[in-house]
């Protein structure tokens, strides 16, 4: 399984609306509101790397109010 935290950026208006809609996502298995440059911490897992941009792109990115989004994948354990 990989894990991968997804910073995200939002507009301060929508802050809690994305928040909500990023909760209960299949894949998302943590969501946290955080202060610093990123508003929101989304913790994904997923089966495999190569499904992890999907997720992203598909699942994340079209929330409305997200406006910039950096992943940081975890090394898969030894």
Not at 12 to 39: C, H, K, N, R
Not at 50 to 66: D, F, M, N, Y
């Amino acid at each position: 399984m990989i894990k991968a935290f997804v910073l995200i950026v939002v507009d301060p208006a929508e802050t809690q609306s994305v928040f909500d809609s990023l909760q209960g996502v299949d894949g998302i298995s943590e969501v946290y509101q955080v202060m610093g440059p990123y508003d929101i911490v989304a913790v994904i897992e997923a089966p495999s790397i190569t499904q992890v941009p999907a997720l992203i792109s598909q699942h994340i990115r079209v929330v409305e109010g997200i406006e910039s989004t950096t992943t940081c994948v975890t090394f898969p354990d030894s």
